[in-house]
Every structure is written in C-alpha cells, then in structure tokens.
C-alpha cells in the first residue's frame, strides 16, 4: 500500500509530473533541449525574483551544497548552524579542506541578524553558509533581516539554502542580494528527488573564477559556460526537467500569491492543531516555519507506536529528526498539499490517538 507523504520531503507528486517525466526522451545536445532548459530556467527566474544565472545540477541539494563551498570559499566560511541539515554543511565545508567556523545556535533557536553581524565583523570570512528552514527542527530564520546585515559585508559570499522553504513563499533574491541561492527539488517544490537548482550572482562567479579546486561536476564556470548555449556541463536528468518545466506551469497557473496563502493556511491549520492537542511546539513561535511544524512531544505520546498506525492507515508520518526523534514530531505543509489532505490526516491521527 502507498503511504501518502505527511514528511518533511520528499512529498507527494502530482500525477501530471509523473506524467511529465514519461516523455519520450531526448539528446541533451539537441535543439529540443536547449528550447525546454531555457523555458525552465526563464521561470525560475520568474520564481525566484532573479537577473542571475540559474543553473540546473544532477544531484541532490548537498551535491551544490558541496559544490557552492568548493567554488567559493576562498579565505575562511561562516557556517551558520541550528540544527542537523546546517550542522552537516559545517562538516561538509571541512571535509572539503576549507577553513571554517560554526556559529552555533540551540536547535529550535533561529540564526539571528545579530549573530551573522557579529561573525562577520571580525572580518575573517569571505563566505557564509545559512539555512533558511532548518528542516530538523521546523524553525525559520529570518532572512530579510540577515540579508540587510550582509549589505555591509561586501566581500562575504552569501550562499542560502531554501531547500524546504522556495516556492512557500515569496524568496526575492535579487532584492535580498543572495549569492547563491540552492533549492533540492523533492521538498516546497514538490517534485521526486534528484534535482537541485541553484543561483550565481555576479560577484558569485566573479569568485569562483579565482578559487582553485573547483573540481568539475559542480564547477560554477562550467555551469555558466553551458548556459550561454542553455545547456549543462554533463548530460542531466532530462525527465526530471520535464517535471520541473510542468510544476513550474502549474505553480504559475495556482498563482505565486495564491501558492503562498495556501502555504499559510495549511501552516496555520497544523499549529492550531498542535496547540488544540495540548502539544507545544519546538521552535520559538516567531520563527515557525511555513512549510512544517515541529510539535515538542508534551503529551508523551507514544510517537513509534503512533507512526506504526498511521503507516497501517496508510499515512507516513515523521516522529522527529535526529537527537529530537521522539521528542517531536514534524507535520509537513508543503508543495501540492491541500488543506483536505491535512485534514484527512489530523483526523486520522486523532483517531489513533484517541484509541491509544
Ligand atoms: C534544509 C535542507 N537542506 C539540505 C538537505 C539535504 O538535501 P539532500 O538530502 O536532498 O541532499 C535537506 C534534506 O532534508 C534539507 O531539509
């Protein structure tokens, strides 16, 4: 039986998509692709409030969570870190032999203005790394108020992960002066895995340009060279773009603004169940993510047991990430979910709850 998908990603998909990811095949060196990569980057422009270059990657979101470190860090990264998907970013800047420091915030606390302001004071750092929505623990930085503190650090690369957060709501980033903006796909965007998009500003590519070891599947010049010819620098998941190119006509026919009311309706739905139940949640109430919540577990409910109904009941349901599995629970509002879909599971899972 399928499980539909309640967790943070990756997420249901649209029977057109699949549909769309069925097309006959074509040669990526053929004029037919270049025609549908240039029609998927133009609306990601659109999508993302950008004149800077997108570029479509093979990979999972770390491949260019990797790849964006590996091109341009040049002196010394700030890795902003407040839960286990930025965490691991710090782990993967050294593993990439780059010199970097973590700047830690509790998990459930947001990274804040004041703390990039005073990492990157000290004048160490030529990169930061910052997770929007810390997809572990459900909490959203507020990045409009960090990217005005950047506006003063000229020299620092600012590379953003929106990966559980672009297409929710609005993510302007040109007008935010993001660098590097990186988005997995099988998460807000709602699409099967495999695919991530990225930015490149031009002070993003003017860097790369001087970085040595950039390697090659993930080289940032590379990319830009193909995408003059709207092309890629290795052959890329041709069906995946075919999926992109249709969710990307469909987010455009629901409406940005209506995609991201719905956003918040469905936010909104969840953490009133949560606080109705007489759970809590995890993270500090202003900075509640718009794409899942995470309930603290103040029920003691057993959340094994309850995941092991709902999977019976055909509902694949998160009981926590990491260090907080057990001590919380992560609902996901994303992508093409409606408002029904929530409803049908919180109905469910007061069904089990109440025979518990
Ligand atoms: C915010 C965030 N960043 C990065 C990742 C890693 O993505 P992937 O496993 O697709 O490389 C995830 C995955 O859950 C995530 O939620």
Known sequence: ?????????????????????AKPMIGHRMAEYAQLHKRVTDNLKKLMFTDSRVFLATSSAFGVMEGAIRNLVAKRC??????????????????????????????????????????LATGKYDAMTLIHNETSTGVMSPLPEIAEVLRKYPDVVSIIDTVSSM????????????????????????????LAVFTASERALARAKTVEGRGYYFDFIEFATNDDKDNTPSTPCISQIYAMDCQLERIFAEGLEKRWDRHKEMASLVRNWVIERGYSFFP????????????????????????????AAGYAFDDGYGKIKGETFRIAHMGDMQLADLHGLLAEI???????
């Open 78 to 119: 700030a890795n902003f870190c407040n839960g286990a998907f930025s965490d691991k970013w710090h782990d993967v800047t050294k593993r990439c032999g780059k010199e970097a420091d973590a700047f830690k915030a509790e998990w459930g606390k947001p990274i804040t203005a004041e703390m990039v302001d005073q990492a």
């Open 167 to 194: 297409s929710a709501l609005k993510i302007p980033v040109d007008e935010l002066g993001i660098d590097c903006c990186i988005f997995g796909v099988q998460k807000a965007f709602a699409l099967p895995p495999g």
């Open 284 to 311: 500090e109430e202003r900075f509640l993510s718009m794409t899942l919540t995470c309930a603290r577990n103040t029920r003691g409910t057993d959340l094994a047991a309850l995941k092991k109904r709902l999977a």
């Open 1 to 21: 039986m399928h499980k539909k998908l309640f967790i943070p990603g990756p997420v249901e998909i649209a029977p057109e998509i699949l549909a769309a990811m």
């Open 350 to 356: 007061d069904r089990q709850l109440a025979e518990m």
